[in-house]
């Protein structure tokens, strides 16, 4: 661990000596707790500090890189003290995940995110009101609903955890504005200290976090973000898929390959599959049973190369990872530091490497307009959702709507990109909210009557049991669609997931049910009534400044690529505020910069003497054969040959080279 000095004298870790022998109580609990759940002896980096620091019941921001373990720095002090941790993370695959650990571990956890219906909300928050509970993992946006804040005062709630925290400043490159209901939640609970993690955040974005979560007092500790053994290049070429078969031809082991769009992650896994490289794709298009299988055959080794899209990678943990290939330029150094840091994992060499073309940088530039379009336009697509929904003026507030993003660009003549944009701009300008949540709720409704589900004749012992399950926790599925968790379902019949799910299909395709199960789709909340376009300001907080900073990551991002000079580690270091004195002697630029200083230019006059002492042993050469046998570019050779001859030192005869003869 070494000592990093941060922007605004906001960083105040400082490397402590550890007495052995003399350790105060407090640490020896959590070393306790670490060994009894996780089985280690130590912490690893500057996880006890921060653990310390929130022992004390002080605000504290981690800043750790991914894999760094970030989620014991919390999981160990709750464990320390009486009551319950809440976790706010955006993720719920993240989620699940981790309640998953927990329980392993025999650690009682629970989570509440967006597939769960009110009265399993109710439940969850009753269980830990009264049970022995020690987390509870929430969406932020679930943050906000009466009947959280309702059951939150009642909670004894020992400490606030606040993951992918660089999502709540307006500086960072993935705003989320549900982070901010978090200093609400603080006011509710006084006197309990917050816990910030992220894996990414500038200087700016530090101060931003703290002043946003309300700390009593600036508190950072930060891990070096430095990769050691990560190798980071930019390879200027205009052919790039040559270029990419050419990389994965001569270096084995495990990849992913980043592109921009859905469509290239297909092309590009056929061109690799046609070399014999076995390849899958990803992205968020694809249906979760098809992600799982594809993540898992990469996880697994069964496939080497993944293409994906930045859909790809969050709660990937391959440790083996030795390749990471984008092929079109990310948007912010952010985004690039995160994916590429996804190589090399468990410490040995692995590669970082961007393709990159002339035309990239317009490329590039042109996002700007599709991510910013212009406010009239912004007002073209709220006042056409109007028409798409036939919402009339002063109502709308509280609706929530399906959105189809392909249909309405149908009908209304526009493209999905700059659509998408205007909606976020609208969502973070208060007029409505554009939700994409990954986890919408499945819904099922009975197509027959009750009484002849009970004449019902070809139905198994299993499935019996699942529509008794269902009769059981839902009501009104006669009537109207009913949302319904198959999670909770596996529970409580003793299937697997994957069982009430094939279930369900097959009672669908009995016309038995009719069965929607959850996938990813869009809502509109209207969270406000309609008003009429001339009423609309978007402020420059939500519309120029955050265009304006979109410009500059952009900016970051070109300059990264474009850099010859300086060591790209360093680059990127400096970019997060961490100021490094050394280069890092793997990346492209150091590499160059080695090879200049192990084979320096040669001077003219001892190419000269050089080419002088070849013809004199080998006479009858081409001009070519003599600069080959000098490194040094071909022109200087060219010169340096045409003074010799008009200095009648050689002769060119038949265009072969040799000394000129000396008559005495
Ligand atoms: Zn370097």
Redesign the pocket.
Known sequence: MKQVTGNNGTVLHREEPVQNGSLPQEENIYRRILKQYWGYDFFRGIQEDIIRSIGRGEDTLGLMPTGGGKSITFQVPALAKEGLCIVVTPLIALMKDQVQNLKNRGIRALAIHAGMNRQDIITTLENCIFGPYKFLYVSPERLDTDIFRAKLSRMHVNMIAVDESHCISQWGYDFRPAYLKIAEIRDLLPGVPVLALTATATPQVVDDIQKRLHFARPNVFRMSFERLNLAYIVRHTENKQEELLHILHSMAGSAIIYVRSRRRTKEIAELLTAEGITTDYYHAGLDDATKDLRQQRWQRGDSRVIVATNAFGMGIDKPDVRLVIHIDLPDSIEAYFQEAGRAGRDGQKAYAVILYAQSDKTQLKRRIPDAFPDKEYIKDVYEHLQYYYQMAMGDGAGCVREFDIEDFCRKFKYFPVPVDSALKILTQAGYLEYTNEEDNTSRLLFTIRRDELYRLHETDADTELLIRTLLRNYTGLFTDYAFINEDTLATRTGFKRQHVYELLLRLSRLHIVSYIPRKKIPHIIYTRERVDISEISIPPSVYEERRKRYEQRIEAMLDYAANETV????MLLRYFGEKNEH?????D??LTLRNKQKNPTPSPKSIRTAIIQTLKSTPNLTPAQVAGTVATDKDIVAGILRDLMDERILTCENGLLKMQEVTK
Do not use: I, K, V
């Open positions: 060591c790209r580690s360093r280069n890092c002697g793997l990346c630029t150091c």
